[in-house]
């Protein structure tokens, strides 16, 4: 059902840097609904990561950032470590479903 | 310290019941939106309900087709999620998930998740 759609998988070598797109619509992040992002390690309950104009919670490090432009978003991680390697899922809500939609998660290799 | 603990997952047979529940500490339940959020095994997140403060329920349609009611005791400050004709699709880690910010609006997220508990639907 996703109607955010994000690359399956990326993936980078420590320290450098990469992008997880979050494709939508004018009924979601084009209509200006708030968009966010979550991570998910394996094992764990996912974690708010930022969300807005890259507001993040305590203890989440500046190197994650959030842009949007349009109908998509993206999330860039910068000086990639190894405790990064995750799940990753946008979220926005969507006014003609009425409902909350996840992207379909993109997996983050750290090489 | 927000903290949300569920319960109430485990093997059923399709076309069983299970009610899930949610205790919240750390926070006062009614004060906030609610959702309940799914994860089937090796998949990725499903939104499956939400309850505003003023009791306002929304479903995600498509994989609740009219089964599951989501609701909350507010003396034991506690949401739950009655789901009803259970099948194989509904087997999944269950997660309890405050909202905060308004549906839609710029800001809008879910800022705490529990840990889950598992459904597994199986004959």
């Known amino acids: 059902q996703s109607v955010l759609t994000q690359p399956p998988s990326v993936s980078g070598a420590p320290g450098q840097s990469v992008t997880i797109s979050c494709a939508g619509s004018s009924s979601n992040i084009g209509a200006g609904h708030g968009v966010s992002w979550y991570q998910d390690l394996t094992g764990t309950a996912p974690k708010l990561l930022i969300y807005d104009h890259n507001s993040r919670p305590s203890g989440v490090p500046g190197r994650f950032s959030v842009s949007k432009s349009g109908t998509s978003a993206s999330l860039a991680i910068t000086g990639l470590q190894a405790e990064d390697e995750a799940h990753y899922y946008c979220l926005s809500y969507d006014s003609s479903l009425s409902i909350w939609i996840f992207g379909g998660g993109t997996k983050l290799t750290v090489l | 310290q927000v903290q949300l603990v569920e319960s109430g997952g485990g093997v059923v047979q399709p076309g069983e019941s299970l009610r899930l529940a949610c205790v919240a500490s750390g926070l006062t339940l009614s004060s906030y939106g609610m959702h309940w959020v799914r994860q089937a095994p090796g998949k990725g997140l499903e939104w499956v309900a939400f309850?505003?403060?003023?009791?306002?329920?929304?479903y995600n349609v498509d994989c609740v087709k009219g089964r599951f009611t989501i609701s909350r005791d507010n003396s034991k400050n506690t949401l739950y999620l009655q789901m009803n004709r259970l099948t194989a699709d509904d087997t999944a880690v269950y997660f309890c998930v405050r909202n905060r910010g308004d549906p839609g609006v710029p800001g809008n997220h879910f800022d705490s998740w529990g840990r889950g508990t598992l459904v597994t639907v199986s004959s």
């Open positions: 309850l505003e403060t003023n009791l306002r329920s929304e």
